[in-house]
């Protein structure tokens, strides 16, 4: 296994950890979402339950880590077979894009995430080595 595929692979299992931070964060939100009973707040000038929010955002997040993983570990096998990274370029641009658009979206809020910032270096530098694995097996 070639340097840069290592570096794939490593890369990936940060991809990795961070879906498990998710799952995490997902099934704590869907769990403490009775405990946001007594929240309430304004949306669209009606007054919401704590409880929705709450169940909306773990839910979010448990959809957020499954990509992840799947990302995560289409990487770790491109990095085992570098000339097959099609499929995880895709997938690894697709939440690239995302992680960006939602630390931008933080950004406008004032609400930064440093989740999404590390996982779209992650992904940039797992994506930059996908490719040079790719290169060195083609060659």
């Known amino acids: 296994m070639s340097a840069n595929q290592k570096k794939l692979k490593l890369f990936s299992f940060g991809i990795m950890g961070f879906a498990l931070l998710h799952f995490i964060g997902g099934i704590f939100l869907l769990v ?3 405990l ?3 929240m309430r707040f304004e949306v669209a000038g ?3 339950d704590g409880v929705i929010a709450s169940e909306v955002l773990g839910i979010v997040a448990l959809i957020v880590g499954l990509y992840c993983l799947i990302v995560g570990v289409s990487g770790a096998r491109a990095a085992n077979k570098p000339r097959n990274v099609g499929a995880f370029k895709k997938l690894d641009l697709v939440l690239i894009l995302v992680a960006v658009i939602e630390f931008g979206l933080g950004l406008s809020t004032g609400q930064v995430s440093w989740a999404e ?3 779209a270096v992650l992904g940039i530098c797992a994506y930059a080595y996908a490719v040079k694995a790719n290169e060195e097996a083609l060659a």
């Open 32 to 34: 403490a979402s009775p």
């Open 36 to 38: 946001a009973a007594g």
């Open 46 to 48: 009606d007054m919401t």
């Open 117 to 119: 910032l590390a996982i």
